[in-house]
């Protein structure tokens, strides 16, 4: 038998976990999560109690659950366990071992209600407010980019593809089959990732390239030169253009006036668009058709990748780390997978610098 005085208490438990380097404990003291309260609060509605009934979870804590949720790429019924499963994460969300804790179906409403009222694109712009509250102001520039993320792929007939891509609804495409239209994305789409660096013959002709059909959505994203925070983003279906996305996510707040990007953003219309907002475009260039690169512009592309490459590394970490997948239906669900994402590689992001800082 164990004697029971071998045994860690629970508080000694935690104070292990502490000693250990507790990550949450880190977020929870890096990043101010009260600070949402009110937009949390005032964006969901909650009533005063008035008509009885089960309280609602506290906001703050459902929201910094929806973090842990989007750090580590879990469905709501694994959370729901890993909730109840990790001493680390009742701690982080301010619960006890025999707690009330939240459901599958709790942290699907909540992460709807947040979505249907806006409330979560507020959250991330009131971070916005909070990171330039502590000097974290945008400047020297930012740089664009997207990068797909896929989604079941699904499996329909010929004539289902075309009335999808004519723009009907799951609930008209199979009116006999609810179930099934419940489970069909309409707004995902396929497109061709084209993989590597293009490399040309001796002649100027390109050498072919792999191309990996991918299904789901894109996250396009720019981030600040400076301090490397994601500042603005929009999500799509992954067939769209990145160009056109150019004015979306290009923020008028930055100091700098330099926006770098990939030559799909080049066109005469963002061109024209940046200059008559007095940005500054450092767009790629792309290769004449025809013709070899002209060594002048390819030496100037060089320099704008040593820049632009600093927004790879947010894609990067984000599928590294988060593992992004969408694993909900429609394009609104999608948007609100990937702004959790933004918001905890933010979170993630501030506590590089905040480390960075105290190390001097």
């Avoid at 279906?237 to 996305?245: K, N």
């Avoid at 930055?254 to 200059?275: H, I, M, P, Q």
Wanted: with cysteine; proline share 4%.
């Amino acid at each position: 038998m164990v004697d029971p005085k071998s045994l860690f208490s629970l508080s000694d438990h935690l104070e292990a976990l502490s000693k250990d380097g507790d990550p949450l404990e880190v977020l929870q003291q890096t990043v101010d999560f009260e600070y949402f309260r009110g937009w949390l609060v005032g964006g969901l509605g909650y009533g005063d109690g008035a008509k009885g009934g089960r309280p609602p979870f506290d906001p703050v804590m459902m929201f910094k659950a929806l973090i842990l949720q989007a750090q580590h790429n879990l469905s709501d019924a694994r959370m729901e366990f890993m909730i109840r499963d990790r001493l680390s994460w009742l701690r982080f969300l301010g619960l006890s071992l025999g707690d009330c804790t939240p459901d599958e179906n709790t942290i699907r409403h909540f992460r709807n209600r947040l979505t249907e009222t806006g409330t979560l694109k507020r959250v991330m712009k009131a971070f916005d407010w909070q990171l330039q509250k502590k000097g974290y102001i945008p400047m020297s520039g930012q740089i664009v980019d997207a990068s797909l993320v896929p989604a079941p792929k699904q499996r329909n007939t010929e004539g289902e593809r075309e009335a999808i891509k004519s723009g009907k609804r799951a609930k008209d495409i199979w009116p006999d089959e609810p179930n099934k239209a419940a489970q069909k994305d309409t707004d995902a789409r396929w497109t061709l990732k084209i993989g590597g660096k293009v490399r040309y013959r001796e002649d100027g002709t390109a050498l072919p390239m792999i191309a990996l059909p991918v299904f789901g959505y894109k996250s396009h994203i720019s981030i600040d030169r400076r301090y490397g925070f994601i500042r603005e983003m929009a999500v799509t279906s992954a067939s769209a253009a990145d160009g056109r996305l150019l004015r979306h996510v290009v923020s008028t707040d930055n100091t700098g006036s330099d926006v770098w990007a990939d030559s799909a953003y080049r066109s005469k219309r963002n061109e024209k668009w940046l200059s008559d907002r007095m940005l500054t475009s450092r767009i790629h260039r792309r290769k004449p058709k025809g013709k070899p690169m002209p060594k002048a512009i390819a030496r100037a592309n060089a320099a704008k990748s040593s820049i632009r490459a600093h927004v790879e590394h947010v894609f990067a970490h984000q599928k590294n780390r988060f593992g992004m997948f969408i694993r909900t239906i429609g394009l609104a669900r999608a948007e609100a997978k990937l702004t959790l994402c933004n918001l905890a590689y933010n979170f993630n992001r501030l506590i590089f610098h905040e480390r960075r800082q105290s190390m001097g």
